[in-house]
């Protein structure tokens, strides 16, 4: 198997991110997108959100501008966040995907330190990767310097007992339960200091 180095199932991942200028969005076309997707009429969704339907019309046909309690209203009758009102789908996307990973079956990667699992690999474009890893270091030396990538990520202990070490902080040792989220432009390295090989789930953003 070919050994890869942390960062590079970042670079790997990236491959297929998007590197497009997102277009300006209308609010009013947004909302009624929306309100079409869930096949509901004006007045279905105005009661949904406790608007009059008129304000709904008009916020669709751009003849007003809402306050934010309307767009919170909008919001929740929609169950979907404020930020998400003005965040267009990606175009040529479908909504709603999924992908199920079984126990097992997620891509393998190896390297000396680490025995990587991709999570939902099958999916592209994604703006997470998702991976298990079993800890195979157990001195920071092994990794010959700091594991540094963009974006942010979280780590979560599955089994075992490990140590990480970040370049600003105190190491800090983590079993079974605990977790961690940090900038991963910060050098970081995880060891196992468990009898056995420690196994974790990492999430990083590819954004």
């Known amino acids: 198997m070919t050994e ?3 960062g590079q199932l970042i670079r790997i991942a990236r491959e297929s991110g998007r590197d497009e200028v997102p277009e300006p969005l209308n609010l ?3 909302v ?3 309100r079409k ?3 509901w009429t004006l007045e279905q969704a105005a009661t949904h959100a406790g608007l009059a339907r008129s304000t709904l019309s008009k916020i669709e046909n751009g003849q007003m ?3 934010y309690e309307a767009l919170k209203k909008l919001a929740e ?3 979907i966040s404020v930020p998400q009102l003005f965040t267009p789908p990606q ?3 479908i909504n709603g995907r999924m992908a199920v990973t079984k126990q ?3 891509t393998h990667q190896a390297t000396t330190t680490y025995e990587h699992e991709l999570l939902a690999d099958a999916l592209t474009k994604k703006q997470m990767l998702p991976y298990r890893a079993r800890v195979r270091a157990r001195d920071e030396k092994e990794f010959g310097g700091w594991v540094r990538h963009d974006g942010e990520e979280f780590l979560y202990v599955l089994t075992g007992v490990i140590k990480l070490y970040t370049e600003f902080y105190e190491p800090v040792t983590m079993r079974r339960g605990d977790s961690a989220y940090y900038d991963a432009t910060m050098g970081h390295n995880v060891i196992s200091v468990s009898d056995e090989d420690a196994t974790i789930l990492w999430v990083t953003s590819l954004v």
């Open 4 to 6: 890869r180095a942390p």
């Open 104 to 106: 097992g079956e997620g």
């Open 37 to 39: 997707a869930r096949n």
């Open 28 to 30: 009013g076309e947004r």
């Open 65 to 67: 501008s809402p306050t």
């Open 77 to 79: 009758g929609l169950s």
């Open 32 to 34: 009624r997108e929306l």
């Open 91 to 93: 175009k040529n996307q």
